[in-house]
């Protein structure tokens, strides 16, 4: 069997995550054009190899027992951040707060949100990713796809976006991305990018292993418009440890990998916050992080 170049055999992925838990992948390789992108997505679907993505490792949850196929991280051209005017056109493997803070440094405003949105702008349309009332269809304006059969553009009309969530499969690769802004006072939007960072540090753990909000905010009329935090505290969760891995002191919603967390530690106690949420209110808390591989859900994750 003949390998793309630069492809690497047992790659420990938990380096690439924030929690920094999990095994290692088959097969690792990063993707710095959109050529070697293409050439990768051909080879996994000429070997019928599972495709993973590794954005910013944010939202990411991996199985200990690894992943069985092809692991890409998009990098080099695929992350670049340029401004077009009052456009913003993104790689996929660029790092979204990043592409915030630049837009604001050329008075584009729009794109704010992202600055607490610790991903990737491909990981971002994937879960069209929103905080802070932004939203990312507003001021999306084309995305392109990549798979195994070429690459095609797509509109948000196209995405299927939903809370959370695209109609982006697996092997459909976000290569890049543009944004339309407005034009606006440089001064006005680092104020407001500033005041959305303190925002989260007073609300969010910082300096840590973890991942983002580990459970979706609910709409089920039983949460009376509380936050999946608000209810993990309410439940008594905040603190709460199993293994290596704890719900924050600081926010209920967030993991924490306090060592030598294994992602079963991780997965045993979403599942104990989310009976505790479901047995106080009858809420069923649905998880935000995307996990990787395959994994055993707890016994005590189904409920009802």
Known sequence: MSYPEGLERDFPLARLTTVRAGGSGDMFARAGTEEQLLELLAFAEDEQAQVGVVGSGSNLLISDDGFRGLVLKL?????????????????????????????????????????????????AVRMNANAYGGELARTLEWVDICTGAGRDRRVPADLGFSYRRSNLREGEIVSAASFALSPAVPEDVKATLAGMRSKRREAQP????????TFKNPDDPRAEGRSAGVLLDAAGCRGLTVGGARFSP??????????????????????????RVFEMCGVVLEPEVQVLGEVEWPAGWELG
Do not use: Y
Not at 206 to 213: A, L, P, Q, R, V
Not at 258 to 275: F, H, V
């Open 75 to 123: 990098d080099r051209d695929l992350a670049t951040i340029e401004r077009d005017g009052d456009r913003v056109l993104c790689g996929g493997g660029a790092r979204l707060p990043s592409a915030a803070a630049k837009s604001a440094g050329w008075g584009l405003s729009g794109l704010e949100f992202g600055v607490n949105i610790p991903g990737s702008v491909g990981g």
């Open 206 to 213: 910082s300096g840590i292993k973890t991942f983002g909000s």
């Open 250 to 275: 600081k926010h209920a919603n967030f993991v924490e990998n306090m060592g030598a967390a294994t992602t079963a530690d991780i997965l045993e106690l979403m599942s104990q916050g989310r009976r």
